[in-house]
């Protein structure tokens, strides 16, 4: 299905936003309340609301009450560990007609630092009739499985790890049927990914800026490969999509010298020719 995240801070606006989404193809609206990033919040929007519970209902019942397709909510667990009230959100947005909860395990002034906590996500998932998401610090199959079991959420978000990974869901979606460990992906299979990706970000993007915001996206890629972090500060001195896609070649084509697939974990050693 096709989802679309939307954020802010005014019932009205929020409710138009969902129309407009759906009316152009959208089949599920999530509603951000977990964004805590300072120019949004400063906005009173993300993570922000969690702030004022009353602007939060009003928000939850214009969106439900505007589409006729599922509206879901993301959420921390608190604007700070002394404010937590998740509990309570997840309850107004069940009463509300939300059908879905993803809940970080950190709060707002938690940012991304220290560990996420899942003791807030099982409460909720405990007291609530709907389906409940874990997200947080899930960056391996064994950490998947142990949040779900630690929480007894109906799924987990994968986030930050996906980042230059993407491959990491199917990892843990094998991972938690079969119990078993897959593969790392084909070199040449994550040449053509990465081939790809690039090609439609300079797309979208035009090529001035395509080559600059592409370059954390590189970085994400390489950044646990041998000769990653080298290649990375060399990346970031390219200034044509041409030469981005020559560099990457020629990087991946040395991967292949430590095997057929992806080899992780040699960050620190330099790039065999």
């Known amino acids: 299905p096709k989802a679309v995240q939307i954020a802010g ?6 409710a138009e936003c969902a129309k407009f ?25 993300g993570s922000a609301l969690l702030q004022n519970e009353k602007l939060v209902g009003q928000i939850l019942d214009a969106v439900v009450a505007a589409v006729d397709v599922p509206v879901t ?11 937590k009230n998740a509990l309570t959100i997840a309850r107004m947005a069940q009463a509300s007609g939300i059908a879905m909860l993803t809940l970080h395990g950190r709060t707002r002034a938690d940012g991304y630092g220290g560990d996420a906590e899942y003791e807030t996500i099982a409460a909720v998932k405990a007291a609530v009739a709907i389906p409940v998401v874990a997200n947080g610090d899930i960056t391996t199959p064994d950490k998947a499985k142990y949040v779900l079991q630690a929480t ?3 799924a987990v978000m994968i986030g930050r790890a996906a980042q230059g990974r993407p491959w990491i ?5 094998y991972f938690l049927r079969t119990g078993e460990y897959l593969a790392p992906p084909l ?27 592409a370059r954390k996206h590189i970085g994400w890629y390489v950044r646990e490969l041998a000769g990653g972090e080298e290649f990375r500060q060399r990346m970031n001195h390219l200034e ?3 030469q981005q896609l020559a560099a990457l070649d020629a990087f ?3 991967q292949a010298n430590y095997g057929e697939r992806l080899q992780y974990g040699l960050a620190d050693q330099k790039l065999a020719a």
Request: aromatic share 10%; glycine share 8%; with cysteine.
């Open 9 to 14: 801070a005014d019932p009205m606006m929020l």
């Open 21 to 45: 989404n759906v009316d152009r193809g959208a089949q599920i609206i999530d509603i951000n309340m977990g964004c805590p990033v300072k120019k949004v919040c400063s906005s009173w929007c």
């Open 73 to 83: 909510l993301k959420f921390r667990t608190g604007w700070d560990r002394q404010h």
């Open 152 to 154: 007894k959420a109906d």
């Open 169 to 173: 869901c199917r990892e843990i979606d």
């Open 187 to 213: 070199v040449a299979e994550v040449r053509v990914l990465m081939e790809d990706h690039l090609r439609a970000h300079y797309a979208f993007y035009g090529e001035f800026m395509g080559v600059r915001t």
């Open 240 to 242: 044509d999509c041409e």
């Open 252 to 254: 991946f084509g040395l």
